[in-house]
C-alpha cells in the first residue's frame, strides 16, 4: 500500500498552486490580481487563516471565480482540512471540468487523507517507524502544513525514543506557534527521558500558565516534582546512614516511573550502593546489573556489583567485574584495592577450609577447635572403620591436617590472613599422618584420652 502512494508520489509532483496560470473573471483582472498577490503574500509569511478568510470574502462577492476555489482548495489541502478542501476542488472542477492540475491535486489530497489515518493506526497498534514513513514520505509532501501531522510525527518519535529529533521537530512548532500546548508537552516530555529535568519543568509550565487545567500537562508537571522529591528523599537518607530508609525510597522513586532510563539507572546504582553497604549481595548485584544493562560504560555500577560478588562469593566473578574497572581507571587506588581484596578472596576461595572441615566456626576458641578434633578423630579412626578403612584414612588425614593448622595460634593467623603455610596439607598432599615417602613417624596423643576412654595414645 504504502510503495503504491510513494509511486504516486513521484509521478504526480505537487504542483506551485498558487502560480497556476487561470484567467481572471469578467474584467475584473486588477482586483482579481491584487487579491491574489495579497493571498499569495500571506502564504509565504504562513499565515493562512488570512488568505483563507481573503479567498472566501473574494467568492462570497463572485461565486465564479474559478482561480478562487482552486487556490482555496490547495491551502486546504496543505492544512490538511480534506474534506473542505475536496468540497474546493470539486467546485472548480464544475468551473473548470477536465483541469489535469486539479484532478492531480484531488488525487494527492486522497492519498494524503489515507496515509494520516494509516498513521495514526501505527502509532496506536506501536510501529512507529511505519508511520513516521507515512506521514515524511506522504502527509508532510502533499500537506505541509498540517499541524495535526506535525503533532502526529513527534508522538511517534518520542514513543520510538528518539528524544533528540523530538526537541528538533517541536522547536519549529513552537516557531510558529509559541503557544501550542501539545508541542510545549511533547517537548517537555523529551527533555524529561533526556534527564534534563530543569528545562523539562520550564516547558511543563509554560504550558500550565496557558491553560491551568491541562491535565496532561498537571501530569506531567507534578509527577516530574514527585519523582525528584522522592529520588532526593533517597539521597539524603544514604549521606546520613539511614540506609534502610534509603532502599525504601530508591525503590518507590523507580517504581513511579519504569521507563524513564537516564534517570533509573542513577536510581539502581544508589540502591545498589545502599545494598553493598547493608551486606545484601543479592539485592546489590541485582540493582547494578539493572544499571549496566542501561549504561554498560558506567565504572561505578561495575565496581559497585564486583563488591556485591564478593558478597555473594562470585569470587572468580567479582575479580571480572574489578579488573576490568581497574583496566578503565587505572589511576584509581579506591578499585585496585578492591581488585587485590578480591583476588585474595578467590585466592583463598580455592584452599581447603580447614574450619569446615572441622566443623567449627572461624571464631572457636581453641578449646572447641580441640574438642571437635578428638570427637572427629575418634569417628574415623582407621582401625574403628575396618569396613571402609580408605575412606577413613582420607577422612582422619583431612582432620589431622586441619588441627595442624588451626591448633597453632601463629599457623592460625596465617591461614586466617589468607597466607600460604608450607606443609600443611595446603592442596599439595603435606601433612599425611600415616606417614608419607620417607617412613615418618607420627605420634598423637590426646590429654586425657578419647571420650569414653581406650586409644589414650596411638602411633602409625
Known amino acids: ?60 462577492v463572485d461565486p465564479a471565480l474559478s482561480e478562487a476555489y482552486f487556490r482555496r482548495a490547495s491551502i486546504l489541502r496543505q492544512l490538511c482540512r480534506y474534506e473542505e478542501s475536496e468540497k474546493s476542488y470539486k467546485k472548480f472542477l464544475e468551473l473548470k471540468p477536465g483541469n489535469s492540475v486539479s484532478e492531480k491535486e484531488l488525487s494527492q489530497l486522497h492519498q494524503a487523507q489515507t496515509a494520516l489515518e494509516t498513521a495514526f493506526s501505527l502509532f496506536d497498534s506501536g510501529d512507529y517507524a511505519k508511520g513516521l514513513e507515512y506521514l515524511d514520505k506522504v502527509v508532510l509532501v502533499f500537506s505541509p502544513a498540517c499541524s495535526k501531522a506535525k503533532i502526529l510525527k513527534v508522538k511517534l518519535l518520542l514513543a520510538a525514543k528518539d528524544y533528540s529529533s523530538v526537541i528538533s521537530e517541536t522547536g519549529f512548532i513552537l516557531k510558529e506557534d509559541e503557544n501550542n500546548l501539545e508541542a510545549l508537552l511533547i517537548r517537555g516530555r523529551a527533555y524529561y527521558y533526556l534527564a534534563d529535568h530543569d528545562v523539562a519543568q520550564r516547558h511543563y509550565q509554560k504550558g500550565l500558565r496557558l491553560d491551568p487545567e491541562h491535565s496532561e500537562l498537571k501530569k506531567a508537571y507534578f509527577g516530574l516534582k514527585k519523582l525528584l522529591k522522592k529520588t532526593k528523599s533517597a539521597e539524603d537518607n544514604l549521606n546520613k546512614g539511614k540506609l534502610r530508609l534509603a532502599v525504601e525510597d530508591y525503590k518507590a522513586a523507580l517504581a513511579l516511573d519504569p521507563d524513564h532510563l537516564a534517570h533509573n539507572v542513577h536510581l539502581h546504582l544508589g540502591l545498589c550502593k545502599v545494598s553493598v553497604k547493608l551486606g545484601r549481595g543479592k539485592d546489590a548485584l541485582s540493582s547494578c546489573s539493572e544499571a549496566l544493562n542501561i549504561d554498560e560504560e558506567l565504572l561505578e555500577a561495575l565496581v559497585q556489583r564486583g563488591e556485591a560478588k564478593l558478597l555473594t562469593e562470585d569470587w572468580e566473578g567479582a575479580v571480572e567485574d574489578l579488573k576490568s574497572a581497574a583496566q578503565k581507571s587505572p589511576q584509581d587506588m579506591n578499585i585496585r584495592e578492591a581488585l587485590t581484596r578480591a583476588e585474595k578472596a578467590l585466592k583463598m576461595s580455592k584452599r581447603k577450609d580447614w574450619y569446615k572441615i572441622l566443623g567449627v566456626s572461624k571464631t572457636a576458641s581453641v578449646a572447641e577447635i580441640k574438642r571437635a578434633y578428638k570427637k572427629l578423630a575418634l569417628q574415623w579412626h582407621p582401625d574403628k572403620n ?38 600443611m596439607g595446603m592442596g599439595g598432599g603435606g601433612f599425611n599422618p600415616f606417614g608419607g615417602g620417607g617412613g615418618q613417624h607420627f605420634t598423637f596423643t590426646f590429654d586425657g584420652g578419647f571420650p569414653g576412654g581406650g586409644f589414650g595414645g596411638f602411633h602409625f
Do not use: H, W
Open 1 to 60: 500500500m504504502l510503495e503504491l502512494l510513494f509511486l504516486s508520489v513521484y509521478a504526480l509532483p505537487v504542483s506551485l498552486s498558487l502560480e497556476f496560470p487561470l484567467g481572471c473573471a469578467d474584467g475584473k483582472s486588477g482586483n482579481t490580481a491584487e487579491l491574489f498577490e495579497r493571498v499569495s503574500q500571506s502564504i509565504k509569511v504562513k499565515r493562512y487563516s488570512e488568505a483563507l478568510n481573503d479567498l472566501n470574502a473574494a467568492i462570497a
Open 386 to 423: 575396618v569396613d571402609n578403612r580408605e575412606e577413613a584414612e582420607a577422612q582422619f588425614r583431612e582432620i589431622a591436617a586441619a588441627y595442624e593448622v588451626l591448633g597453632d595460634d601463629e599457623k592460625r593467623a596465617k591461614y586466617d590472613r589468607g597466607e600460604d603455610i608450607e606443609d
